[in-house]
């Protein structure tokens, strides 16, 4: 684990509209001071990305980059283009490119092809997975519908297409104990996140009865491969070595809801990606944060420290998303170099039948209705 401090670069700098020179790209990545970028990592990939920002405004795409993407990654995007794969699927809707690039794995941009069937969705890597994904499908939603007839199915935003047209609604880690309380009844079926569940039920006691994957069955659930790996020795430890001690009123440990119960109970404040950003935010407009510890994927933390360089972030450097490190500057510039040449994007883009983004939209659409 290490300690990430980094300087804030000039917000807009990295993406502006004017021709810049490969000169100016390396100027920019070097303003940025971050800790992360090394120099042989600016002089390795400044060409990359001088090609990239040049063929990404030739074309007027928009970049979508999730908060989990690797610093030189995630500042291709501009800063409306960074965020959670709901958000920024809500916010390429309302644009008017017809290139979408997704720079994270192809369920999210499942999420932009529904919100935007008329557009070109692509992504870099299409066999970048996620172990909540790629373990729960259609038939999965079937068998926990027979289960518990007449339940609501709630499932998380991180789903497949054909998984969430099988659902009547749709939540994220931010929204989910809201809309749960909302629907009818006693109980709701949330899937597929075994520990999101499981913290769930312990947010809604007493409330509803949270019906899940493996709970009094043997229907098939998932849980995420990254959030999985921290325990509550590891948050213990944690707290030992970097000195947070718990209650502290200026050093915070948080934890995202896809952790163990246990983490999270542990932790100072837990929630979702943005949940976490926001009370960042909030702590250093206000009192101060000085030091913190996020228990979430790893490049999370490389860009929190760039947003917020007043904070001393520590981090989990091994524990990484391997589905999210396949989208790469060369993958991406890939995609660019075949819009340019006006080749075939079908190594890229993302498609759905008709049907399903008509299926799946419907508890997209009532997910915003009840938030």
């Known amino acids: 684990m290490k300690s990430t401090k980094g300087t804030r670069h000039t917000e807009g700098a990295t993406n502006g509209t004017r021709d810049l020179t490969l000169a100016d790209v390396k100027q920019e990545l070097y303003n940025r001071h971050h800790p992360s970028l090394t120099f042989l990592d600016i002089e390795a990939h400044a060409k990359t990305i001088h090609r990239i920002r040049a063929l990404k405004q030739k074309h007027d795409v928009v970049m979508l980059g999730h908060n989990y993407m690797e610093p030189l990654v995630f500042g291709l995007s501009d800063k409306a283009e960074q965020g959670d794969s709901l958000g920024l699927s809500m916010y390429a809707a309302k644009t008017e490119a017809q290139y979408l690039i997704f720079n994270g794995v192809p369920f999210m941009a499942e999420t932009a092809k529904i919100l935007s069937p008329d557009k070109t969705v692509l992504v ?40 969430k047209a099988e659902s009547d609604i749709c939540c994220t880690s931010a929204n989910a104990a809201h809309i749960a309380k909302s629907l009818p009844g006693d109980t709701v079926i949330f899937v597929p996140d075994i520990f999101f569940a499981q913290n769930l039920e312990e ?31 590891d948050l213990l430890a944690i707290r030992e070595s970097f000195e947070i001690p718990k209650g502290h009123s ?40 000085e030091r913190a510890f996020v228990a979430s994927e790893c490049e999370l933390t490389s860009n929190l420290a760039q947003e917020f360089p007043a904070v001393q972030f520590w981090t989990a450097c091994s524990i990484r998303c391997t589905h999210m490190a396949k989208v790469s500057l060369g993958k991406i510039a890939n995609i660019l170099e075949a819009i340019d040449e006006g080749a075939d994007l079908g190594e890229f883009e993302v498609t759905l039948d008709a049907d399903v983004i008509d299926n799946a939209r419907a508890p997209i659409e009532r997910m915003l209705e009840f938030s």
């Not at 404040?269 to 101060?288: E, H, L």
Request: glycine share 8%; proline share 4%.
């Open 250 to 289: 200026h050093r915070k440990l948080y934890a995202h809801w896809e952790c163990r119960p246990d983490v999270l109970k542990e932790a100072d404040f837990y929630g979702s990606t943005s949940q976490i950003m926001k009370d960042i935010a909030a702590r250093v407009a206000g009192d101060g944060l």
């Open 203 to 233: 947010e809604l006691k007493g409330e509803k009865t949270v019906a899940y994957p493996g709970k009094d069955n043997t229907a098939r659930g998932a849980v995420c491969e990254v959030h999985e790996r921290f325990t509550l020795a």
């Open 124 to 163: 870099a890597d299409k066999t970048a997975g996620c172990s909540l994904a790629d373990n729960f499908g259609a038939e999965d939603v079937k068998v926990l519908k027979a289960l518990y007839p007449g339940a609501p199915v709630m499932i998380y935003v991180n789903s497949y297409a054909e998984a």
